[in-house]
């Protein structure tokens, strides 16, 4: 069986996803494609260099003109569901997210069943909740997007088998998801995959896509992350930050591994800065925690902090005991306490990993 990834992206990301694919290639040894959307002409790259494919612009005729976008969900997202197309090569296909960190390679992976067609791992903000974005309850949401299963899985990363994917037809069943559901829909891709494939994706554990909805609430030792998943506006590479959070942990992470790219670091750094007066009130609530003073701030997080992590563990001790993941079988009875501190703005934590910087 030959399988590949692939990474889908703008200009905008073009850098990150070199490196993402560089290191993607050392660690497990497989081809890497790189799919770039954006000005200029139309390029294959027949030969690549090391192992990583660097293409522009073979989706600009698959994608519909039409879908919907916003800033937070540009129109490259749907480049995930149309890659596959033009990469007619080989028998399994890895989609990985630009903001995801390879932690190490897995080859298990490669040989779990897919009868479906599809694996993913499920969203870790929908545990017992409605994505934060819809302001609705968890069932009035998925009936919005047609979703009549309980499970609904992060798009971030994705195995595909190949000849079943390219055997449908997705630009007519991506149209009609949007013109039934596309008012209502607000990750609209991922929306759909759900919609599509309700109750029929192969479902893995959060090792494979340990998502920031994960981070909190300690279970990386229960599944040592694969693939590491920024999954909201804060992404490492932005600025350095509180040396307790993750995005700390990864900010001089990820500069390794732009300079192993030879990317340039400093073109991702974020341009605005807080203003003044946020940087101080942050770092007044930061000073008043550490003396043991808890703020209104601090004791709101802390309080929807206990009530997230009690369903976060039922909902996956529960998988453990229906053995819904299909790559391990595991048992959960205590749930996990870490420790968290708070950096003024937000709870934090610093994962507990041991990280290959290859």
Known sequence: MRAAFYITVDDRYLGIGQAQAQRLHRLWEIDVHL?????????????????????????????????????NWPRIVYGRIFAPYVLPQYDRLIFLDADIYPLSPAPDLLTIDLPGGIAAVQDGSTIAAAP????????????NIGLETQRYFNAGVMMFDHAAWIATDFRAALTLFMEQHGA????????????????????????????????????EQLFPPVFLHFSSFQKPWLKPDHPDSVHGQFFPIYRDMFS???????????AKRD???RRWRTALRYRLSRAGWTTSKEKRQRSEWSKRSKAIFEGI????????YADMSFSLSEMPQPELSFD???????????????
């Open 275 to 277: 203003s003044f007066l």
């Open 35 to 71: 799919l770039v959307e954006g000005v200029g002409g139309v390029h294959r790259d027949e030969m690549g260099q090391d192992g990583v494919f660097v293409h522009r612009n073979l989706m600009r005729d698959l994608i519909p003109q039409d879908l919907p976008a916003t800033k």
């Open 132 to 143: 934060h974005t819809v302001g609705l309850t968890r069932d009035a949401w998925r009936r």
């Open 344 to 358: 003024g703005r937000y709870l934090r934590r610093a994962l507990n990993l041991e990280i290959r910087r290859q």
């Open 317 to 324: 001790a529960e998988d453990g005991r229906l053995n819904r």
């Open 184 to 219: 209502v829909a607000r990750m609209q891709d991922q929306d759909f995959l759900n919609n599509h494939f309700q109750g029929r994706w192969t479902e893995l554990s959060p090792r494979f896509n340990y998502q920031k909805a994960h981070f909190n609430y300690g279970y």
């Open 260 to 270: 192993q790219a030879g990317v340039d670091y400093q073109d991702y750094l974020q």
